[in-house]
């Protein structure tokens, strides 16, 4: 076991880990943090993206010792003082949505990508989603709500 | 863009944005594997990585060293917990073979994924350690994956006790079909695959068991699409009373018939909770599910179609094999008959030809994926309609125009009745956005010039059935459920109203679609409806969301439930008013007497029918109402797509650059959520024609094992589609609406693949096989060129 | 989807690391992980230690050294795909950097790592073969140069000692242009099915294939005849001379060396136009 130190949605947490715990599993059974979800074994579908240190990353394919000493923004974190974030919200008006379990990932995605191009076209926000999967929108939804928050 | 209505009044046609997603944007949704009880313990299925092998020996004695470990069971262990097979509900004729299917196998290994043993431990990667140390000996026997090789003479025997592999053989004719087919001057005949597909919601399966044994008393937590349905087929699988068992559907990730299933670990979870007397939680892995959860499609089909010269469509012949995999699942058997109808397209034939062969492989249970049947049918008519207009060299959209069913309702060859549609109006309208004419122009110009890139330009005209009903045409077909559905509104007295549904959604905006129509037929603000829905503890009656039925059916069955309040309402009303009943009028529950301003509305009755003061002689108090809808007919959604894409004629990369849907599908209650539902189907049917395939080798081993290679297209690999609609409202409803959760999965291979096809035709191109990868385009191209 | 158990340490400088891969008998360097973390969690890959380089952020670096450019060893794809040295002296790395994987592979994935997994499908390989670059190692006699060609060694294996670190690679600056990587995935984020790097050299070209073989290749055919005057188009027909590609369900063997000839094509149009 190792001890560790992340800061999670500004709030940090101590804890002991074995070297093989994923980022993922300390999130949702260490910290009760279910917003972050598991949809695939191969860093394929992005369900279980989050930032580290501000930056999308899928929690699956880092170890939570990887994560010793960073900043992890999850999906629990996004929202201040009630109110959603601007892709959340965007998310919500444009309909990008419908079973949900690819969204937490798929808004953190674009938080990403939104912070490293604040104006990105309709191509760029396709591209930065290329490893983000979701079965039920076909992405028009979401790469409309990628560009309303863009321009809010 | 979607808004938020704040006043009582007209909802249904709203573009109302969804209820459901402010937990989903939040992370405060809870699917299965969200959920933790006291004491629970994780459970590993242990899998035969042979396709077909006998179970010679299993020892979990060294699983049951490692650490962490609470209990293991062989297939063997557990052979008496069953008190019958997994269900298959839909065994379409008398003498359907239906093997036993038990959760964990015994005698024999029949496709690779099938469990052989499972073990429970106090953490998952614990239990996850303890599976590998499981001993399995295995004796490897030839595999066949596919269905025409496994109804050769001295294929293996996937089921030993039959004498072939043979399920079933289900046949619809109409008597002049021979005849037909012999006179017909033009008869064309294709040969299609429908290719294996993993439905792939983004949520994988899970299941959460617990048995409280003072109370005998069994929760389950699936991810299921069919809480109703599952607690029926368990109770009788584990042979326990119905009553003893609640099942429960949380929020649920996507399913699109993938969890419209009786699956072997949701028994399995119960039965182990049973025995250890703690919570079991299985939740499976992406490449497990790769495995371990249903298959679609995997149909071989020839159809013929018999026209006259001047493209008179005038018969259709089908024959269909198809891979049930290694059992027959839930609707297994029945989802290639959902199609057998509807092979004759949108088009106006005489005679009706078909026949479908199930055939057991070594291979995981194919069963319904989004479209069930339909998308196999359309794409096989809709491919020979342009395989008829190349050979009579007449323009698709001609043909199409020629043959188009007119009048409504109409009867069509295979024996149902479609209640209405526009096709010439659907497909003019696509065409019109499209700018076919223009299209045609750059193709010929592109042609002219030999681009590199060749345009191809393709159509889809469909029509499908949905909304499986009437029960008694079910029952004749031998489906062992009925095609109602039930919804229960609950006026409670400060105003709110409960609605209980008995479908199931996991991703459809049931919550808001629902509250708009209550909204607006008994004027209660929208955010004092409250939707329950999913556990069969609170609405007991149901039959769940699949086939494009939610709102066909279950959605009727609500506003004829605000039929009933709107009725006891009425009297109430009437009786504090003191007035006649015939005297009031009223409109989005709001109760006026004409030349007076006396009103009342149905939450002033609520009010009243609660407190039961003043009701009127002999009326129950109270403001409840419950309907059970069974519909007099199928749902007949239709409608033209035009798909336009480029083809690199170097490299094969095919490029979409537009995509067309212009469906009829009825009144519409929320056309944000519909058009949400198009954009997904169509998504769908863009990643069968273009991307998506298992692939098994040799052996019997699923090459496309994981989502590296198994293709599920993402954002950069889809377009924007150009969405409209043409209305034909359904006849058969009060709120002539139908069902739209396929229609985009239905049409949009067939559109796709005609559009490859046209921009090869110039080369001698007439086929390339789904999904149209880059290398089939090369072959093809070469292959055409040659001829 | 959970890894075997393994014993971990965090390198604290590039010494240290190689200390501890001396350490224990199945040690692995983890830098992003992208590489290693998914075939530990499908249990393909079961290490006994993983020697976390991760965190040696003064292997993270890319500028100028002379004729070359040196890109640390454990510099992310992100950071790669964005930096201005590269994009005005080295395009192509910046480039294919920005092809990899998908965005959140590129914020861990580094280039030191893509280098030491060999993958014949990875794209980094290939660029720096067509560059001809020189990589930098650290091993327990201390530091040693060689060109990147020598380190393959086969399917994803590198003919580095177990105990040595991969610290710096240098590329020669080419300029803004006079490059190309032409790549065909079937969806974006997947690795390639075929890929050609080509680079402006010697009056003709460096050209290396990606997915042709158990490594990245140098089109050999290709490059002898540019040299001997053959236009593009003719030398391009020369690919996949010499090229064993793998057939799988993305593309059979035969179709890979048919793209190989018009992507070098299409290539050498780009870098020699």
Redesign the interface.
Same mark, same amino acid.
């Given at each position: 076991m190792r001890r560790i130190a992340v800061t999670v949605n500004g709030e940090r947490h101590e804890a002991e880990v074995e070297p093989r715990d994923l980022l993922v599993y300390f999130l949702r059974e260490g910290l009760g943090l279910t917003g972050t979800v598991v949809g695939c074994d191969t860093s394929s579908c992005g369900s279980c993206t989050v930032l580290v240190d501000g930056e999308s990353v899928k929690s699956c394919t880092v170890l939570a010792v990887q994560a010793d000493g960073r900043e992890v923004t999850t999906i629990e974190g996004l929202a201040t003082n009630g109110r959603l974030h601007p892709v959340q919200q965007a998310f919500h008006e444009a309909h990008a949505l419908q079973c949900g379990f690819c969204t937490p990932g798929m808004v953190l995605a674009s938080v990403s990508l939104l912070a490293e191009n604040p104006s990105p076209s309709d191509e760029e926000i396709r591209h930065a989603l290329e490893g983000n999967l979701c079965r039920c929108t076909g992405y028009q939804n979401i790469v409309k709500a990628v560009k309303a928050a863009s321009a809010a | 863009? @979607?808004v938020t209505e704040e006043k009582a009044g007209a909802w249904i046609g709203k573009p109302v944005?969804?209820k459901? #997603?402010?937990? +989903?944007?939040? $992370?405060? %949704?809870?699917?299965v594997? #969200?959920l933790t009880l006291p004491g629970m313990v994780f459970a590993a299925v242990v899998r035969s990585p042979f396709a077909h092998a006998r179970i010679k020996r299993v020892d979990v004695a060294p699983a049951l060293e490692s650490e962490g470990v609470v209990a293991a069971f062989t297939g063997a262990d557990l052979a008496e917990d069953w008190a019958a097979t997994l269900p298959c509900v839909w065994l379409v004729t008398e003498d359907t073979k239906q093997p036993m299917h038990r959760p964990l196998a015994t005698d024999k290994a029949r496709y690779a994924g099938d469990g052989v043993a499972v073990v429970l431990a106090e953490t998952?990667?614990q239990a996850?350690?303890a599976a =590998?140390l499981v001993e399995v000996d295995y004796e490897p026997l030839p595999a066949v994956i596919d269905p025409e090789e496994a109804l050769a003479e001295g294929a293996p025997l996937v089921h030993e006790e039959l004498e072939d592999n043979r399920s079933y053989t289900w046949a619809l004719k109409t008597d002049n079909a021979d005849d037909v087919f012999s006179s017909a001057p033009v008869v064309v005949k294709e040969r299609y695959r429908q290719q294996r597909l993993i439905?792939?919601?983004?949520?994988?399966r899970g299941v959460l068991a617990q048995y409280l044994p003072a109370q005998d008393e069994y929760t389950l937590w699936s991810a299921t699409q069919i809480p109703h349905i599952l607690r029926f087929w368990l109770a009788v699988t584990l042979g326990i009373p119905e009553a003893r068992l609640r099942v429960v559907a949380p929020?649920? $990730?996507?399913g699109?018939g993938s969890k419209l299933n009786v699956y072997a670990e949701e028994a399995l979870a119960l039965v182990l909770a049973r025995r250890l007397g703690r919570p079991v939680k299985w939740?499976e =892995?992406?490449?497990e599910g790769y495995l371990a959860t249903s298959h679609g499609r995997d149909q071989w089909q020839e159809i013929e179609l018999a026209a006259d010269e001047d493209g008179t469509l005038r018969g259709v012949r089908v024959r269909l094999t198809v891979g049930m995999g290694a059992y027959l699942q839930l609707v297994g058997a029945g989802t290639p008959i959902l199609g057998a109808w509807v092979y004759g397209g949108a088009y106006d034939i005489e005679a009706y030809d078909f026949e479908c062969v199930g055939v057991f492989t070594t291979a995981t249970p194919t069963d319904a994926y989004r479209g069930a049947g339909r998308p196999e049918a359309t794409y096989a008519i809709e491919r020979a309609m342009d395989a008829l207009a190349r050979r009579l060299d007449m323009d698709p959209v001609e043909l199409r125009r020629k043959n188009f069913i007119t009048e409504f309702p109409k009867t069509i060859a295979s024996g149902l009745e479609i209640d209405s549609g526009d096709f010439h109006g659907a497909l003019d309208r696509a065409l019109e956005l499209v700018d076919y004419e223009g299209l045609r122009r750059e193709q010929a110009e592109r042609r002219a010039a030999g681009d590199g890139k060749q345009l191809g330009i393709g159509l889809a005209t469909y029509t499908e059935m949905c909304g499986l009903a009437p029960s008694r045409i079910l029952g004749v077909l031998l489906y062992a459920a009925g095609g109602w559905d039930a919804a229960t509104i609950r006026c409670l007295p400060t105003g709110s109203v409960q609605v209980f549904i008995g479908t199931s959604p996991? $991703?459809?905006?049931h919550v808001t679609t629902f509250s708009q129509i209550v909204a607006d037929r008994l004027g209660i603000p929208i955010e004092q409806v409250e939707v329950l829905h999913g556990d069969t503890s609170t609405m007991q009656l149901g039959l769940d969301t699949y086939g494009s039925r939610s709102l066909a059916v279950g959605g009727v069955a609500l506003y004829k439930a605000a039929d009933k309040i709107v009725e006891k309402s009425k009297a109430v009303v009437a009786h504090k008013l003191e007035v006649s009943p015939d005297d009031l009028q009223e409109e989005h529950g709001r109760f006026t007497v004409a030349g007076t301003d006396k009103a009342m509305t149905v939450q002033d009755a609520a009010l009243h029918a609660f407190t039961a003061h003043d009701l009127p002689d002999g009326m129950e108090p109270g403001l409840e109402a419950t309907f059970v809808y069974d519909p007099p007919n199928f749902s007949w959604p239709g409608g033209a797509h035009v798909a336009v894409l480029e083809v690199d004629t170097?490299?094969g990369?095919i490029e979409l650059r537009r995509y067309v849907a212009v469906d009829e599908i009825g009144n519409v209650v929320n056309p944000?959520?519909v #058009?949400?539902q198009v954009?997904? $189907?169509?998504?769908?049917g863009i990643g069968q024609a273009l991307?998506e395939?298992a692939?098994y080798d040799e052996e019997g081993n699923l090459?496309?094992g994981?989502?590296?290679?198994y +293709?599920?297209? %993402? @954002?950069? =690999? +889809?377009i924007? +589609?150009e969405l409209d609609r043409v209305s034909a409202p359904s006849p058969t409803n009060p709120m002539g609406v139908k069902g739209v959760g396929e229609t985009?999965a239905i049409a949009s291979p067939a559109a796709v693949i005609n559009a490859v096809v046209d921009a090869l035709a110039q080369f001698g191109v007439t086929d390339v096989e789904m999904p149209a990868?880059?290398?089939r385009v090369?072959?093809a191209l070469q292959e055409g060129g040659a001829r | 989807m959970i890894p075997a158990r393994f014993d971990y340490e965090v390198a604290e400088s590039a010494d240290h690391a190689v200390e501890l891969l001396g350490s224990g008998p199945d040690a692995k360097l983890l830098a992003g992980g992208h590489s290693l973390l998914p075939l530990m969690r499908l249990r393909l890959a079961r290490p006994e230690l993983l020697v976390d380089v991760g965190r040696l952020g003064d292997l993270s670096y890319v500028r100028e050294d002379g004729d070359a450019i040196a890109i640390g060893a454990l510099t992310r794809y992100h950071d790669l795909e964005r930096s201005e040295l590269l994009r005005a002296e080295a395009p192509i790395v910046a480039h294919a950097a920005g092809t990899v994987g998908d965005p959140q592979v590129r914020h861990r994935g580094t280039i030191g790592g893509s280098v030491a997994h060999c993958d014949p499908a990875s794209d980094a390989p290939t660029v720096l073969l067509a560059l001809d670059a020189e990589l930098v190692v650290r091993g327990p006699g201390g530091e040693r140069r060689l060109p990147v060609a020598e380190s393959f060694g086969g399917f994803l294996a590198t003919t580095l000692d177990p105990q040595e670190l991969l610290t710096e690679i240098r590329v020669p600056k080419t300029g803004a242009d006079g490059w190309a990587y032409e790549k065909l995935t079937r969806r974006a984020q997947d690795w390639a099915t075929v890929a050609v790097a080509a680079v402006r050299a010697n009056g003709g070209a460096r050209v290396a294939l990606t997915n042709m073989g158990p490594t990245a290749l140098r089109a050999g055919g290709v490059e002898e005849a540019l040299a001997s005057g053959s236009d593009p188009a003719a030398a391009a027909e020369r690919a996949a001379d010499g090229t064993s590609p793998p057939s799988d369900h993305n593309a059979s063997a035969e179709f890979r060396q048919h793209l190989a000839r018009v992507l070098t094509r299409r290539a050498l149009e780009k870098a020699l136009g």
């Amino acid at each position: 076991m190792r001890r560790i130190a992340v800061t999670v949605n500004g709030e940090r947490h101590e804890a002991e880990v074995e070297p093989r715990d994923l980022l993922v599993y300390f999130l949702r059974e260490g910290l009760g943090l279910t917003g972050t979800v598991v949809g695939c074994d191969t860093s394929s579908c992005g369900s279980c993206t989050v930032l580290v240190d501000g930056e999308s990353v899928k929690s699956c394919t880092v170890l939570a010792v990887q994560a010793d000493g960073r900043e992890v923004t999850t999906i629990e974190g996004l929202a201040t003082n009630g109110r959603l974030h601007p892709v959340q919200q965007a998310f919500h008006e444009a309909h990008a949505l419908q079973c949900g379990f690819c969204t937490p990932g798929m808004v953190l995605a674009s938080v990403s990508l939104l912070a490293e191009n604040p104006s990105p076209s309709d191509e760029e926000i396709r591209h930065a989603l290329e490893g983000n999967l979701c079965r039920c929108t076909g992405y028009q939804n979401i790469v409309k709500a990628v560009k309303a928050a863009s321009a809010a | 863009m @979607a808004v938020t209505e704040e006043k009582a009044g007209a909802w249904i046609g709203k573009p109302v944005a969804r209820k459901e #997603d402010a937990k +989903l944007l939040t $992370g405060q %949704s809870r699917y299965v594997d #969200d959920l933790t009880l006291p004491g629970m313990v994780f459970a590993a299925v242990v899998r035969s990585p042979f396709a077909h092998a006998r179970i010679k020996r299993v020892d979990v004695a060294p699983a049951l060293e490692s650490e962490g470990v609470v209990a293991a069971f062989t297939g063997a262990d557990l052979a008496e917990d069953w008190a019958a097979t997994l269900p298959c509900v839909w065994l379409v004729t008398e003498d359907t073979k239906q093997p036993m299917h038990r959760p964990l196998a015994t005698d024999k290994a029949r496709y690779a994924g099938d469990g052989v043993a499972v073990v429970l431990a106090e953490t998952r990667a614990q239990a996850k350690d303890a599976a =590998e140390l499981v001993e399995v000996d295995y004796e490897p026997l030839p595999a066949v994956i596919d269905p025409e090789e496994a109804l050769a003479e001295g294929a293996p025997l996937v089921h030993e006790e039959l004498e072939d592999n043979r399920s079933y053989t289900w046949a619809l004719k109409t008597d002049n079909a021979d005849d037909v087919f012999s006179s017909a001057p033009v008869v064309v005949k294709e040969r299609y695959r429908q290719q294996r597909l993993i439905p792939n919601a983004i949520e994988p399966r899970g299941v959460l068991a617990q048995y409280l044994p003072a109370q005998d008393e069994y929760t389950l937590w699936s991810a299921t699409q069919i809480p109703h349905i599952l607690r029926f087929w368990l109770a009788v699988t584990l042979g326990i009373p119905e009553a003893r068992l609640r099942v429960v559907a949380p929020d649920v $990730g996507g399913g699109f018939g993938s969890k419209l299933n009786v699956y072997a670990e949701e028994a399995l979870a119960l039965v182990l909770a049973r025995r250890l007397g703690r919570p079991v939680k299985w939740t499976e =892995e992406r490449s497990e599910g790769y495995l371990a959860t249903s298959h679609g499609r995997d149909q071989w089909q020839e159809i013929e179609l018999a026209a006259d010269e001047d493209g008179t469509l005038r018969g259709v012949r089908v024959r269909l094999t198809v891979g049930m995999g290694a059992y027959l699942q839930l609707v297994g058997a029945g989802t290639p008959i959902l199609g057998a109808w509807v092979y004759g397209g949108a088009y106006d034939i005489e005679a009706y030809d078909f026949e479908c062969v199930g055939v057991f492989t070594t291979a995981t249970p194919t069963d319904a994926y989004r479209g069930a049947g339909r998308p196999e049918a359309t794409y096989a008519i809709e491919r020979a309609m342009d395989a008829l207009a190349r050979r009579l060299d007449m323009d698709p959209v001609e043909l199409r125009r020629k043959n188009f069913i007119t009048e409504f309702p109409k009867t069509i060859a295979s024996g149902l009745e479609i209640d209405s549609g526009d096709f010439h109006g659907a497909l003019d309208r696509a065409l019109e956005l499209v700018d076919y004419e223009g299209l045609r122009r750059e193709q010929a110009e592109r042609r002219a010039a030999g681009d590199g890139k060749q345009l191809g330009i393709g159509l889809a005209t469909y029509t499908e059935m949905c909304g499986l009903a009437p029960s008694r045409i079910l029952g004749v077909l031998l489906y062992a459920a009925g095609g109602w559905d039930a919804a229960t509104i609950r006026c409670l007295p400060t105003g709110s109203v409960q609605v209980f549904i008995g479908t199931s959604p996991h $991703g459809q905006g049931h919550v808001t679609t629902f509250s708009q129509i209550v909204a607006d037929r008994l004027g209660i603000p929208i955010e004092q409806v409250e939707v329950l829905h999913g556990d069969t503890s609170t609405m007991q009656l149901g039959l769940d969301t699949y086939g494009s039925r939610s709102l066909a059916v279950g959605g009727v069955a609500l506003y004829k439930a605000a039929d009933k309040i709107v009725e006891k309402s009425k009297a109430v009303v009437a009786h504090k008013l003191e007035v006649s009943p015939d005297d009031l009028q009223e409109e989005h529950g709001r109760f006026t007497v004409a030349g007076t301003d006396k009103a009342m509305t149905v939450q002033d009755a609520a009010l009243h029918a609660f407190t039961a003061h003043d009701l009127p002689d002999g009326m129950e108090p109270g403001l409840e109402a419950t309907f059970v809808y069974d519909p007099p007919n199928f749902s007949w959604p239709g409608g033209a797509h035009v798909a336009v894409l480029e083809v690199d004629t170097e490299t094969g990369e095919i490029e979409l650059r537009r995509y067309v849907a212009v469906d009829e599908i009825g009144n519409v209650v929320n056309p944000t959520i519909v #058009d949400g539902q198009v954009h997904g $189907g169509v998504a769908q049917g863009i990643g069968q024609a273009l991307f998506e395939e298992a692939i098994y080798d040799e052996e019997g081993n699923l090459t496309t094992g994981s989502m590296v290679s198994y +293709l599920v297209p %993402s @954002a950069a =690999e +889809l377009i924007d +589609l150009e969405l409209d609609r043409v209305s034909a409202p359904s006849p058969t409803n009060p709120m002539g609406v139908k069902g739209v959760g396929e229609t985009g999965a239905i049409a949009s291979p067939a559109a796709v693949i005609n559009a490859v096809v046209d921009a090869l035709a110039q080369f001698g191109v007439t086929d390339v096989e789904m999904p149209a990868k880059p290398e089939r385009v090369w072959r093809a191209l070469q292959e055409g060129g040659a001829r | 989807m959970i890894p075997a158990r393994f014993d971990y340490e965090v390198a604290e400088s590039a010494d240290h690391a190689v200390e501890l891969l001396g350490s224990g008998p199945d040690a692995k360097l983890l830098a992003g992980g992208h590489s290693l973390l998914p075939l530990m969690r499908l249990r393909l890959a079961r290490p006994e230690l993983l020697v976390d380089v991760g965190r040696l952020g003064d292997l993270s670096y890319v500028r100028e050294d002379g004729d070359a450019i040196a890109i640390g060893a454990l510099t992310r794809y992100h950071d790669l795909e964005r930096s201005e040295l590269l994009r005005a002296e080295a395009p192509i790395v910046a480039h294919a950097a920005g092809t990899v994987g998908d965005p959140q592979v590129r914020h861990r994935g580094t280039i030191g790592g893509s280098v030491a997994h060999c993958d014949p499908a990875s794209d980094a390989p290939t660029v720096l073969l067509a560059l001809d670059a020189e990589l930098v190692v650290r091993g327990p006699g201390g530091e040693r140069r060689l060109p990147v060609a020598e380190s393959f060694g086969g399917f994803l294996a590198t003919t580095l000692d177990p105990q040595e670190l991969l610290t710096e690679i240098r590329v020669p600056k080419t300029g803004a242009d006079g490059w190309a990587y032409e790549k065909l995935t079937r969806r974006a984020q997947d690795w390639a099915t075929v890929a050609v790097a080509a680079v402006r050299a010697n009056g003709g070209a460096r050209v290396a294939l990606t997915n042709m073989g158990p490594t990245a290749l140098r089109a050999g055919g290709v490059e002898e005849a540019l040299a001997s005057g053959s236009d593009p188009a003719a030398a391009a027909e020369r690919a996949a001379d010499g090229t064993s590609p793998p057939s799988d369900h993305n593309a059979s063997a035969e179709f890979r060396q048919h793209l190989a000839r018009v992507l070098t094509r299409r290539a050498l149009e780009k870098a020699l136009g």
